[in-house]
Each structure stands twice: as C-alpha cells, then as structure tokens.
C-alpha cells in the first residue's frame, strides 16, 4: 500500500469502506466507528513505517480496518465468529496488533510505555502512536497517560477522533472544551499544549490528503505531539450517519441502504440480551 502514488488513495478509501460495510452487513459487529476512521487508518499506514512504528488503537473496537489492510482481507469475514478473527487487535493475531485491547482508555499509557521502554534499549527511531475517541479520552487512566507523557520527550503521536459521540453523545466540560475549539470559540489556554503536547488540529479527517500531509509534518517533530482529527462515525453509509448510537455496533443490515434486516425481512430485531436485562434491573430496582 505505501507504494501506491497518493492518487490512488481516494480508492482505496471508498473500496475499504465498503469491504467494511459489506462484512460487517451480513457478519454483524461494529461498523460506525471503523466507518469514520478509515481515512486515517490508511494515512497512518501510508506515512508510518508500521509494524515497526506502533499503533496503539484505543478500544480498539474501530480497528477493522486496520485489521484488512494488514493481511487479514481474506479472514476478515471470521471476525468475532467461534474459532475466528478477534473483533479487537490481539497481539497474537498480527505483529501489527502491538497491544491486546477490547477495554477503554489504556492506549496512551500503553503507547508511552512502549516509548520509554524502547529508548531505554537505546532505540531512538520508532514512532508511537495512540488513537483514541472524544469519548474515552476523558477517562482517568487516558488523563494519567497524558499526564505523564507530558514530563518526558517520548516520541509519543495522541491522535484524538473527535466525532462527539461514544455510544451515545459525549457528555461533560471536556466535550463543551472541544466543541468550542472547533467553532473557533476557544480563547484560553489550549489544554493539551499547557500539558506540553505539540498540538496541531481541529483538522477534518475525512480529507486523505490532509491528513497524510499533517501526519507527515508531525513525523519529524520530536516528543509528545496531539494531533485533533474531526471525524463522522459512521462516515459512509447515511443510515449509520444519520443513527449513529444504533449504528456503533449492530447485527445484519442491508450493505446498500442501511436498513436493518432480521431473518423475516425489514423489521426491527427483538431487543438483544444486554437490553432485557438492563430493563429488568431497573424494573427490579
Ligand atoms: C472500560 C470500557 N467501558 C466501556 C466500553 C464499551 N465501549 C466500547 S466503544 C465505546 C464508545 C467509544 O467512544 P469513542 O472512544 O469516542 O470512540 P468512537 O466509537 O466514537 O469512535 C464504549 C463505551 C469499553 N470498551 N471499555
């Protein structure tokens, strides 16, 4: 892929979006949150020298991408299935899965770790890289990795896809922080750059171009920088667009038109186990 001319890439685009969604229609699983990365997941691995530069995917639950474009094409469609591919990156799966994830928030400290202890080997050269969404970021180990990464000159990337949305909308003073950073409206300090990052962005993520550009400008820059991704979830498919809590993770859907499917045609699925058994807690409560 790294020897593909930048042109082509805009194909590449559209046709991993719809490898993605064409799986994930008839397989079930997580679609939005791959949907919206899928311009910087290939920027990353166009600009980086990956594996031996590392991605660490926070949750990793928006890695399928990730997952094609380094030799798992031809499996992808085992993902989450007995005996098949992880719905997450496992370090046993791919040398390009550096960190077993699946729970939130561990990708910076994760990634610092991994910084810290390459130069203490003496290597200066690798790059590390976390990912990880507006919602998670404003966790308390994500803070901590922050936090401590800012006291060093760890060769660390954050990138943050802000799509303003987890599951359901993002909450909180860390979320109104960001909303106004991407209005313009922001005059104080920029809370990243007073914790020593070298913050670039807001930057639109569903521009290829600028994104390898900024990834590349970042490239040569040393220690800890923060790069600020505005992204879609769902980016792609208008029903996931437009219904994003329901879209995060889903079963079988139409790969055409969004609608979700049950085996007797175009009607809603009965509620899934985690919803009976929430409403029975609170009925019970
Ligand atoms: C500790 C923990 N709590 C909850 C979850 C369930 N979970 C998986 S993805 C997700 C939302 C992630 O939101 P964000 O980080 O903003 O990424 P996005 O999906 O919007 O790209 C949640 C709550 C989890 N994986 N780990």
Redesign the pocket.
Same mark, same amino acid.
């Given at each position: 892929m790294r020897q593909l001319n930048k042109d082509d890439l805009p194909l590449l685009v559209r046709e991993l979006r719809e490898f993605i969604i064409n799986i994930v229609a008839t397989k079930e699983g997580?679609l939005?949150?791959s949907l919206?990365?899928v311009e910087l997941t290939i920027a990353l691995h166009y600009v980086f020298n990956t594996p031996e530069d590392l991605l660490i995917w *926070?949750?990793g639950?928006?890695a399928y991408g990730h997952k094609i474009l380094t030799g798992r094409k031809d499996i992808f469609h085992t993902n989450r299935q007995f005996g098949g591919i992880s719905g997450f990156p496992k370090r046993n799966e791919s040398e390009y899965d550096t960190f077993g994830v699946?729970?939130?928030?561990t990708s910076i400290s994760a990634a610092l770790g991994m910084a810290i202890a390459s130069k203490l080997k003496g290597d200066f050269k690798k790059h590390y890289i976390a990912i990880?969404? *507006?919602?998670?970021?404003a966790?308390g180990m994500a803070f901590e990795g922050l936090n401590h990464a800012g006291v060093t000159d760890a060769n660390l990337l954050v990138i943050l896809?802000d799509?303003a949305?987890?599951?359901d909308p993002?909450v909180g003073a860390l979320k109104q922080y960001l909303t106004n950073v991407k209005i313009g409206a922001q005059k104080q300090d920029n809370i990243f750059e007073a914790l020593n990052f070298n913050y670039s962005g807001p930057i639109y993520g569903h521009d290829i171009y600028k994104v390898i550009s900024e990834l590349e400008r970042l490239k040569s820059i040393k220690g800890p920088k923060f790069l600020h991704l505005i992204t879609t979830?769902g980016k792609g498919l208008k029903q996931a667009e437009d219904n994003q809590v329901k879209y995060?993770a889903l079963g079988k859907f139409d790969a055409k038109t969004g609608e979700i499917l049950s085996k007797s045609g175009f009607i809603q699925q009965p509620p899934k186990y985690q919803d009976v058994f929430g409403y029975t807690i609170v009925e019970l409560a």
């Open positions: 997580h939005g949150a919206g990365v *926070d949750v639950h928006q699946g729970h939130s928030s990880i969404g *507006d919602a998670f970021i966790s896809n799509n949305i987890g599951i993002s979830k995060h």
